[in-house]
């Protein structure tokens, strides 16, 4: 283990640099916090890149020899953290998600908020889909809030981030996926006709829904029944309610 | 219109503690902010006793003139507001929710997150449920966050903050509705029994779930398929699928 003591230390400014997209984008790296999370990322196909302990902190589980081990001060450990309350361990990890494989998708279209986008990736994987592909407009799949949101989910997850996501959508049509956008003028979601053995359902922008073009390569237009006053669903809510009901097909 | 320039008015002072649960308690009051949410809180159940408005923001709809109008320089406005960019226009209204009345219920059996319980009383509405039951543990439904997360939803659902929620739920039980506790050791839900035309669906505290007292007076036990590695739901997420579901028997 490497104790590094300084604040100004070059690991120390670039691991903290990790909290903004920026940071995350130049060093193609993010760092995940809490025993849980570290210990699922060891036995993921993520990198683990270097192991972050505060000096209070004990180990709580063996580390290959091949991830680097760094001692830290409480205050150093804090300025790297995005947590108020931080649990003393951390790793950083190369953003290189496992890759889709399957049939069952869901597909964040310009979903905004890190907490929606985090628990969208949690309910899929509870629910079985076998992956998320998320447009380039979408919350940063590797910032603390919705790797938080996600529970662990990002390690079980395939990913795909997509810089067109209406051709993307395309070739899967082409290729016989059904393409369900969730739309509030949708035709109703229980009386849909068969979505088939292989889908993407899509979920929209917290203001703006599913975008005009992708509503266009859609197959399947739905919404949920909208039964009080209510005018619209939380997005991670109405997701939830179509992927548990879609993998009952 | 009455203006109010002064930060230290004594209405100024007593709006301003309608922030923290005391305040509110104490006033039997809560404060709403934006147009749409004061618009709807002057067309329901609930007693508006009194309009504030941003001297740089015209009155947006007719306003009843029983209610009194309070003009406000933005600096005062803004010592009120709970949000950072206040919308110019809020209402002080009395802490008297619609009764219950009905036969298809929600139950947060300590639930504390108020984007929570604000989500779930917003998915209850537009689900179909009746009402909404609160044991005296959750997060407080006049809370800014509660409010603002039911997304108006508050104006249109029946509540009831029990004191006493296990004997509340087992009265219900003898008069017939069925008592569905959500638990993660529960039977599986999609193979459920019948839970007739009455029930009341009971979602437990983020990290414990539903207490042992109240999981003893259930008819039924009841837990989604976790089909990936993940180990739970967000308790909005879970509710929203089974609020869906048990509205389709």
Chains 1, 2 share one sequence.
């Not at 990890?93 to 907490?115: A, E, M, N």
């Not at 380039?136 to 949101?149: E, G, Q, T």
């Not at 939380?234 to 879609?246: K, W």
Request: hydrophobic residues 40%.
């Amino acid at each position: 283990m490497e104790n590094i003591t300084s604040l100004k230390n070059p690991k120390i400014i670039s691991w903290r640099s990790l909290r903004e997209r920026k940071g995350r984008e130049s060093l193609d790296a993010f760092l995940v916090e809490g025993p849980k999370m570290v210990q699922e990322a060891l036995s993921s196909s993520f990198t683990v890149r270097a192991l972050l302990l505060r000096e209070d902190t004990p180990l709580p589980f063996p580390v290959p020899d091949s991830v680097p081990i760094y001692g830290l001060p409480s205050h150093v450990f804090a300025s790297v953290s995005d947590t108020v309350t931080p649990q003393g361990i951390a790793a950083v990890l190369s953003r290189t998600p496992r890759p889709i494989d399957g049939k069952h998708l869901v597909c964040l279209d310009g979903v905004q908020d890190p907490g929606n986008v985090g628990t969208i990736i949690r309910t899929a994987d509870a629910a079985g889909l076998d992956g998320v592909i998320l447009s380039a407009s979408c919350a940063d799949l590797f910032s603390p809030k919705v790797v938080r949101a996600t529970m662990g989910s990002i390690f079980r997850m395939g990913f795909d981030v997509s810089a067109s996501l209406h051709d993307d959508l395309r070739t899967m049509r082409e290729n016989g996926f059904s393409i369900i956008s969730s739309q509030l003028d949708g035709d109703p979601f229980y009386a849909r006709p068969s979505v088939g053995s292989s889908f993407v359902l899509v979920i929209g922008n917290e203001a703006h829904g599913v975008s005009p073009e992708i509503r266009q390569e859609a197959t399947h237009r739905l919404a949920l029944p909208m039964r009080g006053g209510a005018e619209s669903l939380n997005a991670a809510v109405a997701a939830g309610i179509m992927m548990y009901d879609l993998m009952r097909d």
